[in-house]
C-alpha cells in the first residue's frame, strides 16, 4: 500500500532497493527531489537512512512540508555498479491514515444508512466493517489493487514466429518496470532489457520481441527429447492505483453498511404480507441473487457493476491471460 503520512505531522516514506531481482545496498542513495500535490517542488538533494533490512531505505519528511493535502512524489535516485537508476514514489498527505478501500470518516460522509450517524457507531466499529469489506473486495477483484512493488514468478507465453514471449502478471495497472529475468533451467537464466520490454498498463502484461531477422534473443530451448522448455520469467514491478478509484471507495462504503445492517438484523426482506383478502410479497431479481452469491451479501448487484472495472486480470482470463 502507499505510504501515508497525517496532515501536519512528521513520518517516514520508505523503499526497497531491488537489482537483478535481489534486495542490493547501493554505492549510493538520495531522494533528488519531492514534489508536492500542486506540481511545485519543495524539498531536493534529501540525505536518507538505511533500514532495518538488506536494501531499505527511509527519509522522515519534516511536519512543515505535510501541510497540504493529496498524493505527493518522491524521486530516489541511486547508484549500482557505476550506474545511475531512478525510482519514483508516490505517497498521499491524509487527515486519517486509511487501512482498507475507504475510512469511517467516509463511511459517515457517504451512507445511506440511518443507523450510521456522525457519532454512532463508533470509529473503532466501523473499521472492524471496513477491514471485513476489504477482505470481500479482494476476493471479488482478485487481489490488492492498491499502489505497491510486487514479485512474481509468471510461466511465459511464447511468440515463437517472433521470437518473443508474453507475460501476464497477477496486478494491474502497471506503473513501473524494474526487472524481468528468465528461468530456463537450473542454471540457464537471461536478464532482459526493461527498456526493450512493452507494456500493456492497463491489461496487466509485458511482451519482448528480438530482432526477428537475426534471431538473439534464444528463450526457446530444447531437451535431448525435442520437448519444448517453456520459461519462467520473474517479474519485479510496481502497479495499481495511486489513490482508491471512486467506483471502488464508493463499494467499500456500501459493503460496510451492509455488513453493519446484518449486524441489526436490518438486512432482512417482506417475504409475504396478508390483510384479509389482500396478499403482499417482493420477490428478488436474477441478477441480485447471482450479484449476493458472487459477494455474499444482499444488495450487492450495484457493488458488482462498481467493482467489476477492477477485476484482476487472472479473475477475467482464468489461465494466461489475454493470449491464452
Not at 526477428?212 to 519485479?236: G, H, K, M, N, W
Not at 459493503?255 to 438484523?265: A, D, P, Q, R, S
Request: charged share 20%; with cysteine.
Amino acid at each position: 500500500m502507499m505510504d501515508q503520512i497525517l496532515q501536519n505531522t512528521s513520518d517516514k516514506i520508505e523503499v526497497d532497493i531491488y537489482f537483478n531481482n535481489v534486495l542490493t545496498n547501493p554505492t549510493s542513495i538520495l531522494i533528488r527531489q519531492i514534489t508536492d500535490p500542486n506540481g511545485s517542488i519543495i524539498l531536493t538533494d534529501l540525505t536518507v537512512t538505511a533500514g532495518s533490512t538488506t536494501g531499505r531505505y527511509y527519509y522522515t519528511v519534516p511536519s512543515a512540508y505535510t501541510a497540504t493535502l493529496g498524493v505527493y512524489t518522491a524521486v530516489w535516485q541511486f547508484v549500482i555498479d557505476g550506474t545511475t537508476y531512478e525510482h519514483t514514489q508516490n505517497y498521499e498527505v491524509v487527515t486519517s491514515i486509511r487501512t482498507g478501500y475507504t475510512t469511517p470518516y467516509e463511511v459517515r460522509e457517504k451512507s445511506t444508512y440511518e443507523k450510521i450517524t456522525d457519532t454512532e457507531p463508533t470509529d473503532a466499529v466501523l473499521q472492524k466493517y471496513i477491514d471485513r469489506s476489504t477482505q470481500i473486495i479482494e476476493s471479488y477483484l482478485g487481489g490488492s489493487i492498491n499502489y505497491s512493488i510486487y514479485s512474481e514468478k509468471r510461466r511465459c507465453v511464447l511468440d515463437k514466429v517472433h521470437n518473443g514471449i508474453h507475460v501476464q502478471l497477477a496486478h494491474r495497472p502497471i506503473v513501473s518496470l524494474t526487472s524481468v529475468i528468465l528461468d530456463q533451467g537450473a542454471t540457464n537464466t537471461l536478464t532482459l532489457d526493461t527498456d526493450y520490454v512493452r507494456t500493456n498498463n492497463e491489461a496487466g502484461y509485458i511482451e519482448y520481441f528480438s530482432d526477428i531477422s537475426v534471431p538473439t534473443l534464444r528463450i526457446c530451448t530444447f531437451d535431448p527429447s525435442a520437448t519444448q522448455v517453456i520459461p519462467v520469467a520473474t517479474v519485479v514491478y510496481t502497479a495499481g492505483y495511486v489513490t482508491v478509484p471512486e467506483p471502488v471507495k464508493l463499494a467499500a462504503v456500501m459493503i460496510t453498511e451492509e455488513l453493519y445492517k446484518e449486524t441489526n438484523g436490518d438486512d432482512r426482506q417482506l417475504a409475504r404480507f396478508t390483510i384479509d383478502q389482500i396478499t403482499e410479497q417482493y420477490t428478488m431479481s436474477g441478477a441480485e441473487d447471482n450479484a449476493i452469491s458472487a459477494l455474499g451479501l444482499k444488495g450487492a448487484r450495484g457493488i458488482t457493476k462498481l467493482l467489476s472495472p477492477y477485476r484482476q486480470t487472472y479473475k477475467r482470463f482464468p489461465f494466461a491471460g489475454p493470449l491464452g
